[in-house]
């Protein structure tokens, strides 16, 4: 059992309030609460106004829980946490050892003059409060009881703080609050490529029937993810049930699932290049250097990956990459968004990098340049390999605008280069 | 003024309590509710479990406020919003005229049998409430008075719905209450590669004094925002009290915002160099794309952007832009990440594409590769243009990790060429 009933997220700032921005942090801490056996009861959103903090942590003190807070802890004038949080307790706030000689040395290095006081404030914390230090930034975050019991975690707001401070100290604390890690087991399955209600319907048994592990099913763009979380039962232990389902699930679902739990399609891609000592080139029209970025963004991709190109125009598909301007241009051609010039571009990469793969992208984006033949969303994909040619035509959900067409096709394309290096069926051609 | 003193959010599902699914109503009905003059006090997420909004409902009603709820009104069992809502006011469900023949029918088409009382559950309302009409789906919204006088608007949880419901109907409805939409302002201001206590310092004075209109600051990465939000107030309109905050703002930060409200970087960068019938290239390594594609995310880039070069390796320095090996190899070279390099990316770049400017950046992304002479986060950028080429050391943050450093690496980049084109002074040197 939990030594915590539950736990509640907070989240503070007038940008979220205001709309302005997305709540990143909300979902990955309930997540992350959920992993260590805590149930999230509610969130909430406040912004800073002097007192809001305070009068809400009054309402939801004297409850054995855990509030776990992001943002509200930087440097400026109203970033108030800290300051309420002292007061909710009585106390003061103190300075962490050490904490002033970094910031004074951090403000010195970046800034070139002496830290003000306001900067240094990041570096205290109430008093009797544990402080929790910030890899990822100046503000250091902290774990306090509140005079009737219940415990409050504040962690800095910016997405990249806020997740650092967690591993790195945060979820040790809460563990220990918590009584230990509890028995739970988590899986993620990731597919993409196939649509949500196309799986759904393989599994619609297992979601409609699944109590213990719990199943559930999440679409973002074209990725789609299956979940599990196993508790004990009857002398079975949380992962052997976990277990059972997730062969249950591979089974059904076989090669469309690219993934588990924390990892990339790219991450995957990058991974089986490697232990293929294969390289991946990239010529990309309307993705205009996603493909190229994605795989870029793989930490170690330089062993697989070397030579890109973006070939927006047409005389760039020809100077860059030798694409036929017969092909492209007079009514008769097939045009730049074509079979033909899918396959022209990943040849022409593959040939210049001496690359074993490439990948040759071409489509309409859109808002504009959509035609009856060729409507907005369209998009050829051409890989070039070891043993030949091909495109497929993966026309895109044009719902999600321009951006969503740009990052439906890289998706497309690295499923489809997975799919090659992994002997799977190819993907299937797509024409709404 | 508005007839309501303020508006809060609340979002309603157990999928967003564990960390599944990211909440995507709540920002958008706060921006909207903004742009009524309505502002979001606060915001609250719960679950599905009986007794949670009723609860919630009972605390909140008795001020003169709009609640307006996104999820929990579809056909599960857990879906229990009307029956709730219903009970917080003491009245029955009752049937939407006609609403029960087309839950019939769309069943019916769709699942070829007869609908149970649970589908058609969604084409009730509490009695006395006003029912939304649900154009992308079947689940009714309504509005309703609390006992206590505060308004609630129940929404469905999709987000497509969730804006139909809302743009047909629900806005209308909102803006009738709230007494017609207000007379308010709002603008956003956009500075980057300048740090926000740098920022802060230059308009602390306004930061604390600021009432109306209310002055925010908020940081995502690079970018630094002001928000700025005026009501009306003694004879003087909204927009003539933002406007003299606006002048002051621009006034202090000159050349440092790059852009207001809707408008990004990139997107500037567009729109300046069509405003000169200018192309710009690309020629990147650590950023491996992610330039390119930022300009070609904006709609109508191909005006402006036609060639763009991944260069990730050295020899695709050399082969593809004519980089000299001698720059990068041996003991005396300067080595691939250097001014030399990345000037020479840039010319390379502006020669082949025939284009006006174009940019080259070198870089060590991390997490590997850096040295004591160059450690992770060195990164030089490239400008070649019209009138010659140079480049700027900008050494990047490494905190947030790989993608940090390369985003960082393409607003410096972005901002750099947008000062050259509107002949502002450079960027300095950035070295920690």
Redesign the interface.
């Known amino acids: 059992m939990n030594k915590l009933d539950f736990a509640l997220?907070l989240?503070v700032?007038?940008?979220?309030?205001?709309?302005?921005?997305?709540?990143?942090n909300?979902?990955?801490?309930?997540?992350?609460?959920?992993q260590l056996g805590l149930?999230?009861?509610?969130?909430?959103?406040?912004?800073?106004q002097a007192g809001?903090l305070l009068q809400l942590l009054q309402r939801l003190d004297g409850q054995n829980c855990l509030i776990i807070s992001s943002g509200g802890l930087?440097?400026?004038?109203?970033d108030r946490v800290r300051a309420e949080t002292a007061q909710a307790m009585g106390v003061n706030l103190v300075e962490i050892a050490g904490a002033r000689a970094e910031l004074q040395s951090l403000h010195q290095?970046?800034?070139g003059c002496e830290a003000?006081p306001h900067?240094l404030a990041q570096g205290t914390v109430p008093e009797g409060g544990q402080a929790l230090c910030n890899?990822?930034?100046t503000a250091w975050g902290f774990l306090a009881t509140l005079p009737g019991g219940a415990h409050l975690m504040c962690l800095p707001g910016?997405p990249?703080?806020c997740q650092?401070v967690w591993t790195e100290g945060g979820m040790a604390a809460a563990e220990q609050l918590s009584g230990g890690r509890q028995d739970l087991a988590y899986a993620l399955f990731h597919t993409t490529s196939l649509p949500e209600s196309t799986i759904e319907d393989r599994i619609r048994d297992l979601l409609e029937n699944s109590l213990n592990p719990r199943l559930?099913i999440?679409a973002h763009g074209k990725q789609v993810t299956l979940?599990l979380l196993a508790h004990p039962e009857a002398g079975c232990s949380a992962q052997a049930l976990l277990d059972r389902s997730a062969s249950e699930i591979e089974q059904r679902l076989g090669h469309w699932i690219w993934g588990r739990d924390q990892q990339t399609l790219e991450g995957i891609v990058v991974q089986e290049l490697a232990a293929r000592g294969q390289q991946l080139a990239?010529a990309?029209s309307?993705?205009?250097?996603?493909?190229?970025?994605a795989?870029?963004?793989v930490?170690?991709?330089?062993k697989v990956?070397?030579?890109?190109?973006?070939?927006?125009?047409n005389?760039?598909k020809s100077?860059?990459l030798g694409v036929s301007a017969e092909l492209m241009d007079g009514p008769q051609a097939p045009g730049a968004v074509s079979a033909e010039v899918a396959v022209a571009l990943a040849e022409g990469a593959r040939a210049?990098?001496k690359a074993d793969w490439a990948i040759g992208i071409t489509g309409i984006?859109?808002?504009?340049g959509g035609s009856a033949d060729k409507p907005v969303g369209t998009v050829w994909i051409g890989l070039a390999g070891p043993s030949g040619s091909h495109a497929v035509l993966r026309q895109q959900w044009t719902?999600a605008g321009?951006?969503g067409v740009?990052n439906g096709a890289v998706r497309d394309a690295l499923e489809a280069l997975r799919r090659e290096l992994l002997a799977l069926p190819r993907l299937p051609e797509r024409r709404f």
């Open positions: 997220v989240s700032g007038e940008e979220l309030l205001d709309g302005r921005v997305r709540d990143l909300a979902s990955y801490l309930a997540t992350e609460l959920r149930s999230v009861q509610a969130m909430y959103t406040i912004g800073d809001s930087g440097p400026t004038a109203d290095k970046f800034q003000p900067f890899p990822a930034g910016p990249v703080e650092k559930g999440t979940s990239t990309e309307c993705t205009g250097g996603l493909l190229a970025s795989m870029t963004g930490p170690g991709a330089s990956f070397k030579f890109g190109w973006v070939s927006y125009a005389c760039a100077l860059q210049q990098a984006a859109g808002p504009g719902r321009r951006g740009q």
